[in-house]
C-alpha cells in the first residue's frame, strides 16, 4: 500500500455513460498526476495538478476527459459519453515537490469496461 | 523523446540474481534513471534511482555505466514476488516529470 487511494477499484458501464473516478493523494503530496494503461502497455501519460492547478494536459486527453483537484486534495477525473476504446486502467500517482528528482507513488488503479 | 530501450522478457529461477539491462543512449547530463515495477492487477512502484553512481537500496541496487548511456537493475536473490513489468524511466532533475513508460522487461521467476 503506497498511500494513494482510488475509487472504485472496477467499473463497468455501457457505451454512452458518463463515469467519475476519485484519486486520492498521499497527504503532503502536492503533485498529482493521471496516466491511462491499456493491455500489454506501459502507462501513458494523461495530465498533471501542481495543488489545484492543473498545468499539463497529454493530447489523449479529448474534450470528453476533464479532470479536477478542487483545493488540491484529492482529483476526480470524469469521462463523459463513454466509448469502448476507453476501457483501460486508469491510474494516479502523486508526489513530493522536493525541489530535485521526484519519485512517483502510484494507486492500485480503476479498471474501465465499456461495454 | 525520453526513450529507453529494454528486452522484452527475461527469465530466471529462484534466489538466482538477475540483471535487467537498459539502454538510455540520448539521455541528457541532468536526467536521472528510475526504475518501477509493476506486478500483476497493481499500479507501478518505484524500485530505486540514481544519477551516476551505483545506488544500492533493500530492493535492488542500480549499476550505472560510466558514461550513462545504460544502466543495470540488479535483483541479489529473486523470489517468487519480483516476477513483474520492470520500468526504465529518464526523469528530469528538477520541476515536475511526467513518466515516458516504454513496454518494460516482463520477468519471470521459476521455482
Known amino acids: 500500500d503506497t498511500g494513494v487511494s482510488q475509487d472504485p477499484r472496477h467499473k463497468i458501464t455501457k457505451r454512452g455513460q458518463n463515469v467519475t473516478f476519485r484519486c486520492d493523494p498521499i497527504s503532503e503530496h502536492n503533485r498529482l498526476y493521471w496516466y491511462r494503461q491499456t493491455l500489454g502497455q506501459g502507462p501513458e501519460f494523461l495530465t498533471y495538478?501542481?495543488?489545484?492547478?492543473?498545468?499539463?494536459k497529454s493530447r489523449l486527453l479529448s474534450d470528453r476527459f476533464s479532470a479536477e483537484r478542487p483545493k488540491g486534495s484529492f482529483s476526480t477525473l470524469e469521462i463523459q459519453r463513454t466509448e469502448q476504446g476507453d476501457s483501460a486502467m486508469y491510474l494516479c500517482?502523486?508526489?513530493?515537490?522536493?525541489?530535485?528528482?521526484?519519485?512517483?507513488?502510484f494507486g492500485p488503479g480503476t479498471r474501465l469496461l465499456v461495454l | 523523446d525520453a526513450k529507453t530501450t529494454q528486452p522484452n522478457s527475461m527469465e530466471s529461477n529462484e534466489e538466482e540474481p538477475v540483471h535487467l539491462p537498459c539502454n538510455h543512449s540520448?539521455?541528457?547530463?541532468?536526467?536521472?534513471i528510475h526504475w518501477y515495477r509493476q506486478l500483476p492487477s497493481q499500479g507501478p512502484e518505484y524500485v530505486i534511482h540514481?544519477?551516476?553512481s551505483n545506488v544500492n537500496n533493500r530492493m535492488a541496487s542500480l549499476a550505472i555505466a560510466e558514461d550513462r548511456k545504460s544502466s543495470t537493475l540488479i535483483l541479489h536473490r529473486a523470489t517468487l514476488r519480483d516476477a513483474a513489468v520492470y520500468y526504465c524511466?529518464?526523469?528530469?532533475?528538477?520541476?515536475?516529470?511526467?513518466?515516458?513508460f516504454g513496454k518494460g522487461t516482463m520477468l519471470l521467476v521459476s521455482p
Open positions: 524511466i529518464r526523469t528530469r532533475s528538477s520541476g515536475y516529470s511526467t513518466l515516458t
Open positions: 500517482a502523486s508526489s513530493l515537490d522536493g525541489g530535485g528528482y521526484e519519485t512517483q507513488y
Open positions: 540514481g544519477l551516476t
Open positions: 495538478f501542481q495543488n489545484e492547478a492543473q498545468l499539463e
Open positions: 540520448t539521455i541528457s547530463g541532468t536526467d536521472y
